[in-house]
């Protein structure tokens, strides 16, 4: 399928769907107008690139994750390199949460002393 018609869908641009290829996690092969092939497996693939990018990881951590990213990644075991992946990520997300939390409180009160 073309690049178009991936980007249909799985619900990722054309574009992200570029730069999912130049990190090496997705494939295609020219055709002979130049165009980019996808074999069908590329729509699961997509789709648990996704997965694991709307669950916090990032682009970088998704290619640790390349051996697995063809089959049920939501339901296969964690590998422990996956998990030690997740626990950073946990941690991250958890000082930025933090972060905003500590700047909500200080604008909160902020304006409360404006009442």
Not at 10 to 23: C, I, K, P
Not at 50 to 64: C, E, I, K, Q, W
Not at 79 to 96: F, H
């Amino acid at each position: 399928m073309r690049i178009g018609e991936l980007a249909r869908r799985t619900g990722v641009s054309a574009r992200a769907l570029r730069h999912y290829e130049q990190a090496g996690l997705i494939a295609s092969v020219r055709a002979a107008n130049g165009y980019r092939v996808y074999e069908e497996t590329a729509v699961t693939r997509v789709s648990n690139i996704r997965y694991l990018l709307d669950a916090g990881f990032t682009l970088d951590d998704v290619s640790a994750f390349r051996t697995c990213l063809d089959g049920d990644i939501s339901a296969a075991p964690p590998s422990p390199r996956a998990l030690e992946i997740a626990r950073e990520r946990l941690a991250v997300i958890d000082a930025r949460i933090a972060a905003q939390t500590a700047a909500r409180d200080r604008l909160a009160k902020a304006l409360a002393a404006q009442s």
